[in-house]
């Protein structure tokens, strides 16, 4: 089983900046992809950003530019530096991790909260 811990959520004013970890614990023999998603009220999850096994990246369009992914590969860790926050951003956060590309188990997180508002 694995674990993922999130940390870094809270309220920021708008144009401000936040930066989410989440780390991944368990048994974890290989991690395909790992990052975040989103959600609010009503609406379905969304991509914010992951980060692929060979280093490549894939943003959400209303993050790109703003927001940026990193990992830690030594501590299973990835993280996101959330710049030039809207309100718009406002929502849970979600960490997810998919350990193969083909028949790969996926994990989510429980979720953190970032507010933006003044």
């Known amino acids: 089983q694995v674990q993922l811990v999130e940390s870094g959520g809270g309220l920021v004013q708008p144009g401000g900046s936040l930066r989410l970890s989440c780390a991944a614990s368990g048994s974890i023999l290989t991690i395909y992809v790992m990052g975040w998603y989103r959600q609010v009220p009503g609406k379905q999850r969304e991509l914010v950003a992951v980060?692929?096994?060979?280093?490549?990246?894939n943003y959400g369009d209303s993050v790109k530019g703003r927001f940026t992914i990193s990992r830690d590969n030594a501590k299973n860790t990835v993280y996101l530096q959330m710049n030039s926050l809207k309100p718009e951003d406002t929502a849970v956060y979600y960490c997810?991790?998919?350990?193969?590309?083909?028949?790969?188990?996926?994990?989510w997180g429980q979720g953190t909260q970032v507010t933006v508002s003044s």
């Open positions: 980060i692929i096994s060979g280093g490549s990246t």
């Open positions: 997810k991790l998919v350990t193969r590309v083909v028949h790969g188990a996926t994990y």
